[in-house]
């Protein structure tokens, strides 16, 4: 992707100027106290610059990355072994939209097996910000791209859940560092239910293979399912299968089931990758199970 169509994170820390954030320097790191995972920052977004610090007056969010992180475990050796252009790329910002129906659904979708990074996994719809673009207007676009719904700014409620720092490949184990990126995950209100929202689905082919409108039970079996250990996974009494929307190749949509043991498959940490949730994913419907039971403010 040309450096012009790319909106990049910058770092502020200590009255200093906002500075670019390297590929290679972990952004939790550079916020947190010690080898804390999880850290809260503020954020903006001005002249094309995404920028996160700590600012006492502003709102917090959090901002997290998993404990096997690539970017945190990366050896000076290592760092030195990713190619040049890699290191130039900085640190990317994507908008992933957690879209709740009146009914108390996500939308989530199946990333198309031909895509480079994380094909075949499960995400909400997203995409990368590009240029004059607000964090709200990027996610807009990448849904109305990506399942063919188009919803208003005026009516969607949006509100930032949480910042994920994603890096692919995910894990040192399966390579060097190719992709690196800050999520802005971005939750959504709409009015209507889950079937009315389906009449209008019409995924792009090139980027989804599958769409699920997953539910408050199966969506805590999925985080419960933590990738890099071994706990057990809450079932809940769930049904062997779950009900998905499959998308061909010209685009047309065909009901279909997955076992329900899909969705709550973790990361492995060698080998090739597995029809699963990604991590960041699971983070994102952590808090949106949180935001359920959050006192209206």
């Excluded at 779950?242 to 940490?269: E, I, M, Y």
Aim: proline share 7%; with cysteine; glycine share 4%.
């Amino acid at each position: 992707m040309d450096k012009v169509r790319r909106i990049l994170v910058y770092v502020w820390k200590d009255r200093a100027a906002p500075q670019r954030a390297q590929f290679v320097q972990s952004i939790t790191s550079h916020f947190a106290d010690g080898s804390d995972d999880e850290v809260e920052v503020s954020c903006s977004l001005d002249k094309n610059q995404f920028v996160l610090y700590r600012g006492d007056a502003e709102p917090m969010i959090p901002l997290k990355r998993p404990a096997f992180c690539p970017i945190k475990h990366l050896s000076v050796t290592e760092a030195a072994a990713i190619p040049l252009d890699i290191q130039k790329r900085g640190v990317d910002v994507g908008v992933a939209i957690l879209l709740q129906t009146a009914n108390q659904r996500v939308l989530l979708t199946r990333r198309a097996k031909q895509l480079r990074i994380f094909p075949n996994v499960w995400v909400p719809p997203g995409g990368h910000l590009e240029p004059d673009e607000t964090l709200l207007e990027a996610g807009l676009r990448e849904l109305k791209e990506e399942t063919g719904l188009k919803l208003k700014p005026e009516e969607v409620s949006p509100k930032v859940l949480g910042l994920w720092e994603s890096v692919f490949p995910p894990m040192l184990s399966r390579g060097l560092p190719q992709r690196h990126h800050v999520v802005v995950y971005m939750l959504l209100h709409s009015s209507f239910t889950h079937l009315q929202l389906q009449a209008s689905l019409s995924p792009s082919p090139a980027e989804v293979s599958a769409c699920l409108w997953a539910d408050s039970r199966l969506i805590r079996s999925i985080v419960s399912a933590v990738d890099g250990e071994d706990e057990e996974v809450h079932l809940d009494d769930l049904p062997s299968s779950v009900s998905v929307s499959q998308v061909s190749a010209d685009g047309a949509l065909s009901d279909s089931s997955l076992p329900v043991t899909v969705f709550v498959n973790r990361a492995p940490a060698s080998g090739p990758d597995v029809e699963r949730v990604s991590t960041g994913t699971k983070y994102a419907l952590e808090l949106w199970l949180r935001s359920l039971n959050a006192p209206d403010l």
